[in-house]
């Protein structure tokens, strides 16, 4: 197995190191958009993403991860990387996962998270350290759980969404499509699409806010 890593920011580089520790697989690069020669730690920096196709022949890449932490970014990334790749997930075994818990592809699993029995985690989704999946939790695809996060039993999570640093969510409750839960916000209702929470309990956040 040999893997590109796509992004060079501080999220290509804890996905390096959760690769290295996890995945028995060689990391032959990075690719970027901003290309410059050097490399990120022992790893060459390969070339632009429009230089893809003779990247691929040239280092015999066979799996691919999107080191990039904007959801519309990576999401954009990953589907056109997936007709070409095969979309690596990365699970630490420093988290706690259920062996009844289903992922799809292209998933980070960072250490310290819990995920409990009958989460589903669809395609492109991030969790990342110390966050908490409580039983039967649904996530959709392209969403990023960032550090700190609690999620209650039951809880389904639409594609798109972002949860912030530290955020709460309590039973029962959907997370609709394109929302955004602010960091420490205590999300006590459903939400509605592509709207912005803030605060405890979790309001819509307002322009002057």
């Known amino acids: 197995m040999n893997i590109a890593i796509l992004g060079t ?3 290509a580089k804890e996905t390096a190191d959760l690769i290295k520790e996890n995945i028995n697989g060689k990391i032959v690069g990075f690719v970027d958009k901003n290309f410059s020669s050097g490399k990120i730690f022992d790893y060459k920096l390969l070339g632009t993403d429009q230089q893809i196709n003779s990247i691929i022949k040239r280092y015999k ?3 691919f991860f999107v080191a990039i932490g904007d959801i ?7 589907l056109t990387m997936k007709k070409i790749l095969k979309p690596l997930t990365i699970v630490s075994k420093k988290a706690n996962i259920s062996k009844y818990a289903r992922f799809g592809e292209h998933v980070i699993i960072y250490p310290g998270v819990t995920i409990n029995a009958e989460v589903v985690v669809g395609d492109n989704v991030y969790i990342n350290s110390n966050a908490a999946i409580a ?3 649904k996530i959709g695809n392209h969403v990023n759980v960032n ?5 209650a039993g039951k809880v389904i ?3 798109y969404c972002f949860i912030g640093i530290g955020a709460s969510i309590r039973e029962n409750l959907r997370i ?6 602010g960091g420490g916000a205590m999300v006590t209702k459903d939400t509605k699409p592509g709207k912005t929470y803030i605060g405890v309990p979790a309001k819509i956040m307002t322009t002057r806010e």
Do not use: F, L, M
């Open 72 to 78: 519309k970014t990576r999401s954009k990334i990953y």
């Open 176 to 181: 609709a499509k394109n929302t955004i839960i």
């Open 157 to 159: 999570i639409d594609d």
């Open 147 to 151: 550090p700190g996060v609690n999620i």
């Open 9 to 11: 920011s501080g999220q």
């Open 135 to 137: 039983h039967e939790v």
């Open 61 to 63: 890449v066979t799996h």
